[in-house]
């Protein structure tokens, strides 16, 4: 049985797996992760399976319905995603008319608004919920035996005139049972199409782990698709496959771990670090990371080649913090900031203007806060908001949403278009002030007097910095010279420069 597993054709370097879907300033295209855990079940239980990834590839609608044509899959599995979810299934459509293939759609979208999904075309057969990769699996095996789908739990499906909901798939508990992500990019993809602004180039993406203890009201994969149970992959597991990727991938010049907050269990995170140069393995790392690391910790991270940390600061307003249920306090992110940087590991910090109840002064004291901080880099943006987001239900309830259009969610080029307009504090307003920050943040001469001494003495971060910048810097001659049209409301959330 012949399984085809798409990432649909949208617009070029649209990026799905991001916790923003979105098309970047600054060059970052995510790896279709979840997809390709899933391809790695498949193919490990001997089905044929084959991984396309047409924004990364470039292929259009007409390309990839070609190459759907030769492969004839018996099923197709289509990665979906909030801003892109109207052309998703015009894809799923075009693809049914061409093959017959049994379609089934996935993603936090999906996962979010089911019933509202498949109820847009008869023509999608599936909906797999949730972290889906016993899922599909189930799925396939069901339909190539023939029997029924009443039995495959994590699905809503289609049945003559009816539309059906299994039972839910209870989360993975054993996740060093999935194959490494990493067999599967070297066998379907092209790590160089893959590019992460704030890493190291080629990089290649893992996942050590699975789901998020905190609750922030705005982040989408723990409130629709992984769970707040954070499920670990056993420290042998993870430095296995980061040996794997050691010896397979001698051009990768660094590891990303896309774990929600891989920092969140000290402990481990030290057994990992110790792992690493108990083998001796010398390999350069980053991860996403929880603003409340010790030094002790922090130190041992550096030693084993942790270059990086993408930590979500959010609000410099105390109060905001604690509406959003970050579960972070001031003076200790002062503190880890202060610590990373005598640890030597660099920070890239998010921040989130227009939260809920944020105000003009509550933002301003994030941008007053994100330059105390002073983090390697930063990425400011409007706040997102997603179906399935106790955020999102904030905005709907309070009539905060511009539109519940969702292809109206990014401008033309793919950009975000932040969809939250409040009195006080309209989307537009948010867009501006997020181009405020980045001015002040980044043409500080202490900020440019650091990058420059960095790019000096590190080749690794001067060519970095120049393919991550080179974009950024001519939207920021845009907004000095008054040539910036914001009439999209579009924002630069992913710049990582």
Same mark, same amino acid.
């Given at each position: ?9 949208? %617009?070029?370097? @649209?990026?799905? +797996? ?9 060059? +970052?295209? *995510? ?10 079940? %498949? ?16 292929? $259009? ?6 190459? !759907? ?10 990665? =979906? ?38 109820? #847009? ?13 016993? =899922? ?5 095996? +069901? ?9 495959? /739990? ?32 070297? /066998? ?5 199409? &893959? ?48 040996? &794997? ?17 891989? =920092? !969140? ?11 690493? %140069? ?15 690391? $010790? ?55 998010? @921040?989130? %203007?227009?939260?809920? *109840?944020? =105000? ?20 400011? &943006?409007?706040?997102?908001? *997603? ?8 905005? #709907?309830?309070?009539? @905060?949403?511009?539109?519940? $259009? *969702? ?23 948010? !867009? ?17 007097? #650091? ?35 914001? /009439? ?10």
């Amino acid at each position: 049985m012949k399984i085809l597993m798409l990432n649909p054709p949208f %617009l070029p370097k @649209f990026s799905r +797996t991001s916790r923003s879907p979105a098309v970047t300033k600054g060059g +970052t295209i *995510y790896y279709p992760i979840w997809l390709s855990y899933a391809t790695g079940v %498949l193919e490990k239980e001997g089905f044929e399976v084959k991984l396309i990834d047409a924004p990364a590839r470039g292929y $259009d609608l007409n390309e990839v319905l070609n190459l !759907v044509k030769n492969f004839s899959p018996h099923m197709v599995v289509i990665d =979906t995603s909030t801003p892109s979810i109207h052309n998703d299934i015009k894809v799923a459509e075009a693809i049914k008319d061409t093959t017959g293939s049994f379609i089934t759609l996935v993603g936090t979208h999906v996962s979010a608004l089911p019933f509202e999904t498949i109820k #847009k075309t008869k023509k999608i057969d599936a909906i797999a919920m949730h972290e889906y990769d016993y =899922t599909i699996l189930e799925l396939a095996k +069901t339909l190539k035996s023939g029997r029924s789908l009443r039995g495959v /739990k994590g699905i809503i499906y289609r049945q003559n005139k009816k539309i059906i909901q299994n039972p839910q798939r209870p989360f993975i508990t054993n996740l060093d049972k999935l194959p490494f992500v990493s067999t599967v990019y070297k /066998k379907h993809l092209n790590v160089n199409d &893959y590019f992460y602004a704030a890493n190291l180039h080629p990089v290649v993406t893992i996942i050590s782990g699975r789901g998020c203890i905190f609750h922030c009201s705005f982040c989408v994969w723990p409130q629709v698709f992984s769970g707040h149970n954070y499920r670990f992959r056993s420290v042998k597991n993870v430095v296995d496959e980061i040996e &794997y990727i050691k010896n397979e991938f001698p051009k990768i010049r660094e590891i990303f771990f896309e774990d929600d907050t891989l =920092t !969140v269990n000290k402990k481990r995170c030290q057994e990992i670090s110790k792992e690493i %140069l108990k083998r001796k393995l010398d390999v350069t790392w980053a991860c996403n990371s929880r603003a409340d690391v $010790d030094f002790i910790t922090l130190k041992l991270m550096k030693k084993s080649g942790c270059r990086l940390l993408c930590v979500g600061y959010e609000s410099g307003s105390q109060e905001i913090l604690d509406k959003i249920h970050k579960g972070t306090n001031l003076n200790k992110i002062k503190e880890f900031a202060n610590n990373a940087k005598k640890a030597g590991i660099m920070v890239h910090g998010c @921040f989130i %203007l227009g939260l809920p *109840y944020d =105000t003009k002064e509550t933002i301003r004291e994030t941008i007053e806060f994100a330059k105390e901080l002073d983090p390697d880099s930063a990425q400011f &943006y409007p706040v997102m908001v *997603y179906p399935g987001t106790e955020a999102y239900e904030w905005a #709907k309830k309070n009539g @905060f949403l511009v539109t519940e $259009d *969702y292809s109206k969610w990014l401008t033309p080029e793919g950009w975000h278009n932040t969809m939250i307009s409040r009195p006080g504090l309209t989307n537009k307003e948010l !867009v501006e002030l997020c181009d405020k920050a980045r001015i002040e943040f980044y043409l500080r001469s202490k900020y440019f007097w #650091k990058r420059f001494k960095l790019i000096i003495r590190n080749w690794d971060e001067t060519k970095r910095t120049f393919k991550s910048g080179k974009t950024f810097f001519k939207y920021l001659f845009k907004i000095l010279t008054g040539s910036h049209d914001t /009439k999209n409301f579009s924002n630069n959330s992913c710049v990582q420069c």
